[in-house]
């Protein structure tokens, strides 16, 4: 029987540059993408996306910039989801961060959530923290968003405006005050009467992501939902 050219050719591939699951470093398979078949399984889904997500959702609702929320995973210190966060933002593994985009995209145009998002928007690193980095990680999920729900991912709707320092040890209200007027948007005719799916790496207060949409709003924006990969418990 005749391979397939693509069998063939990622076969080579694998002899050559070995791919292995993000979890575990078990050697994938040419079917399997960035986390083996156990390790996928094991993936702690929210379902937010089904349910409501109120856990989620209401830590918004009092301050009213955000119309829904939803994260694809739970985040849990020293769990398999902190090491694929780690992996994306300290380990240039972009391609994780947009494999998970492209599996939970397609679960929320599945679910029917959020239809008439007109396009999506990664939370924007300030111009010296990308330098660092050298890359937006959450411009990689927004990307493997763009590919599962099938709409389009813009990067330069929002801007940082003001370096803002570590959210990590702030209390909530530390952190509200911390991205207080920290970002702009620098073409208001292109958010005027859109509604924008906001996307990021990690919840935990809410504070940054309340923040991009309270600007999104106040630029002329219809509505603000949020995307996340992971929701910090």
């Known amino acids: 029987m005749k391979l397939p050219l693509r069998y063939v050719w990622e076969s080579l591939l694998f002899l050559v540059y070995p791919r292995i699951c993000v979890a575990c470093s078990r050697d994938l398979s040419y079917r399997e993408e960035v986390l083996c078949t156990p390790c996928f399984r094991l993936l702690p889904e929210t379902g937010f996306h089904l349910t409501g997500g109120l856990e989620m959702t209401n830590k918004f609702r009092e301050l009213g910039h955000v119309s829904r929320a939803a994260a694809f995973l739970f985040f849990k210190k020293e769990g398999m989801v902190q090491q694929l966060v780690h992996s ?11 494999q998970l985009g492209i599996w939970y995209g397609a679960q929320l145009k599945a679910a029917n959530w959020f239809p008439e998002a007109d396009f999506i928007v990664p939370v924007p690193l300030h111009r010296r923290k990308q330098q660092e980095r050298g890359y937006n990680q959450a ?3 927004a990307l493997g968003l763009q590919d599962g729900l099938q709409v389009t991912a813009r990067q330069h709707i929002l801007k940082r405006t003001r370096y ?8 909530k209200q530390e952190r509200r005050e911390n991205v207080k007027h920290a970002f702009s948007v620098p073409e208001r005719g292109s958010v005027l ?9 990690v919840m935990t207060t809410g504070a940054t992501l309340d923040a991009c949409a309270e600007t999104l709003l106040k630029a002329g924006a219809a509505s603000v939902g949020v995307v996340t990969l992971a929701y910090a418990t």
Not at 88 to 93: C, D, M
Not at 193 to 201: E, N, P, Q, T, V
């Open 164 to 171: 803002t320092e570590s959210q990590t040890h702030k209390t």
């Open 193 to 201: 009467g859109k509604h924008i799916l906001l996307a990021d790496d």
């Open 88 to 98: 994306i933002k300290y380990q240039e593994q972009t391609q994780v961060a947009t």
């Open 139 to 141: 411009w990689y999920f």
